[in-house]
């Protein structure tokens, strides 16, 4: 079986690494500026845990390797200006926006998006940074170089956010999780919660979006697609070309992860849907010291990134799935206590889902 190199070696990389090991699969993760011949490349099966690269003399050799899968849908998908002109195109719904590109656009965006406006930078920023809320008579707050750099979008008043999470294999099938309900706290995802019986108009909604964006650009892997529920349809927030957080919760929930699945479809083997028989939640570890305690009990399943710990950055993960939802909110309100209170809305939030 071809080894896989994984552009960037954070914790999605080390993930895809953890999922290979068991079916034989070797998976490389490389960091951006590792030197080229210390690298396996040449013969290697070529995908990324990033949607975007500074150049260096890696990514240099492998924009020209042909085992790049989806190597120029990155850029396209990267970019918020290109994201959005693909939705429009293919009529898919997402929020009312247009391009940033002068101050003086201003009047005009409150009249036509109303009186909060989200700006997003076109390409990075991401776990809330590199975006803006504003309202008129706020938009001075923004810097000067935002203008052709940004889109702008109509601040929408949602009930609920999900994402799904899919994947495609080069003959064009198709498989997906249960969408997955999250809950975001200032633009970080801190909860996730997945149950295996779906809201089945929303369920076909969001497949029959992703798959129209997974065959239109050819792509292959996963893909995951982040939506607002508004009423009893859906707008797409966001595309991610990979493997994402709130897909963490399919590692222990799911009979095939996440990450394997990605595996699987670079790799053309088999893939078959995912069973998910029993309710998950996954809860982000942000800034927070690894805490032995969590693991009395018995659902718990910690996934550290062994990284330094700093204030707002990603360290792991728990998971906790059962089949009894009264079981799993039993382990929730026990694991209050021992993760604080910044946890607590979150893991409250997560209780209620259940329910």
């Excluded at 036509?112 to 803006?132: C, E, F, H, N, P």
């Excluded at 792509?219 to 982040?226: C, D, F, I, L, S």
Aim: glycine share 8%; charged share 20%.
């Amino acid at each position: 079986m071809k080894p896989v190199c994984v552009l960037g070696n954070g914790q999605l990389g080390r993930m895809l690494r953890q999922a290979g090991e068991p079916l034989g699969i070797t998976v490389y993760p490389v960091g951006l500026d590792a030197e080229p011949e210390a690298v396996p490349y040449q013969h290697a099966v070529i995908t990324a845990e990033i949607e975007r690269w500074p150049e260096t003399a890696l990514t240099q050799v492998l924009s020209r390797h042909t085992g790049f899968v989806n190597r120029d849908i990155f850029p396209k998908l990267a970019d918020r200006l290109s994201q959005k002109q693909l939705l429009d195109r293919l009529n898919l719904a997402t929020s009312p926006w247009q391009l940033l590109a002068s101050a003086d656009q201003w009047p005009d965006i409150f009249t036509r998006l109303g009186t909060l406006a989200i700006v997003k930078r076109r390409v990075g920023g991401y776990d809330g940074r590199g975006q803006w809320r504003i309202r008129p008579d706020e938009q001075q707050q923004l810097p000067a170089e935002v203008y052709g750099e940004c889109i702008v979008e109509q601040g929408i008043n949602f009930d609920g956010e999900v994402s799904l999470i899919g994947a495609r294999n080069q003959s064009g099938k198709c498989v997906f999780y249960p969408l997955t309900h999250n809950l975001h706290e200032e633009g970080i995802l801190r909860t996730s919660v997945a149950l295996p019986v779906v809201d089945t108009h929303l369920q076909q909604q969001a497949e029959a979006m992703l798959s129209a964006i997974l065959h239109d650009l050819n792509y292959v892997g996963v893909m995951a697609m982040e939506c607002f529920i508004v009423g009893d349809g859906l707008l797409i927030n966001e595309l991610a070309p990979r493997v994402h957080n709130s897909g963490h919760w399919t590692q222990n929930g799911a009979s095939i992860s996440q990450f394997e699945l990605h595996l699987r479809a670079i790799l053309d083997l088999p893939m078959p849907q995912p069973d998910v028989s029993t309710p998950s939640v996954m809860i982000n570890l942000i800034g927070t010291e690894v805490n032995d305690q969590w693991l009395s009990l018995p659902l718990v399943h910690l996934h550290w990134y062994d990284k330094e710990v700093h204030q707002g950055r990603k360290v792991g993960h728990l998971n906790l799935n059962h089949p009894q939802a009264e079981i799993l909110k039993e382990n929730l309100q026990k694991i209050k206590p021992m993760l604080g209170e910044v946890y607590t809305s979150g893991i409250e939030w997560a209780i209620q889902k259940l329910a």
